[in-house]
């Protein structure tokens, strides 16, 4: 259909979470004119892409299946001069919530749009009303790799079958926290568990994928500095 000067692929990624900092990667080399191409498998691509491209004054030109994608065609409108700038709006950016203590001990937080529940800091109950705060932190982690893993995967093309991360954690001393000792420390003393992957792909792939994963992951590289983590890889054929 078209000879694209330039091809970069968003995999499952939207308009709003990243592609169009990767486009305008892409793009930024590229004469006026020229063309690029965007692999992607987000359905909500379709109507968001020709809406930016006619906002920024770039062509749509249309689009065709791939190979378990979408190829999507841009041509090259006037010269774009915010790349830089994006490109530091998003490093710059802020997360932010609001949390409001609710009558009973626990708290509700509001973050962009969704709003939930947060328990007692470290309740070890077999049943709670809400999650404690331990269970988001260790929870956090655990979705941000298995998430940031299959992101990963999509972005090279690769087909993940099953990704699941088993993590457990404790605290040195929970009675000091309780007030039930007065020494010792509540900090998470370590986190252990195991990330199963089920893949066709090699297990050299499916390792390098998973350094890059911890190496770009903001919780880990976080947490690291603070807590031992020991998170097992685990391919499962």
């Known amino acids: 259909m078209f000879s694209p000067h330039a091809v970069c692929d968003g995999g499952d990624l939207d308009c709003g979470s990243g592609l169009l900092l990767i486009i305008k990667k ?41 190979d ?52 007692q800091p470290a309740d070890f109950s077999p049943k709670v009303n809400a999650p404690s705060a331990i269970d988001y932190l260790i929870g956090s982690l655990a979705s941000c790799l298995t998430v940031g893993y299959k992101a990963q995967a999509s972005k ?8 699941e991360l088993s993590l457990k954690g404790g605290l040195e001393n929970v009675l000091y926290h309780m007030e039930l000792e007065d020494e010792g420390s509540p900090k998470l003393s370590q986190l252990t568990g195991t990330f199963y992957v089920s893949s066709p792909e090699s297990e050299t792939v499916l390792e390098e994928l998973w350094k890059n994963t ?13 807590v031992k983590i020991e998170i097992r890889l685990s391919i499962v054929f």
């Open 68 to 119: 378990n994608t979408i190829r999507y065609f841009i041509r090259k409108g006037a010269e774009q001069t915010e790349l830089e700038q994006d490109l530091e709006a998003a490093k710059g950016y802020q997360w932010s919530v609001r949390v409001r203590g609710e009558n009973d001990l626990s708290a509700k937080v509001h973050s962009r749009n969704h709003t939930f529940t947060v328990g």
């Open 26 to 66: 892409a793009m930024d080399p590229l004469e006026n004119g020229q063309i690029l191409e965007v692999r992607s498998r987000e359905r909500t691509v379709a109507e968001d892409l020709p809406a930016w491209c006619r906002m920024v004054d770039h062509g749509f030109l249309g689009s065709e299946p791939g």
């Open 214 to 226: 911890l190496a770009r992951s903001p919780i880990y590289q976080t947490l690291k500095q603070a």
């Open 156 to 163: 090279r093309n690769l087909e993940i079958d099953h990704v």
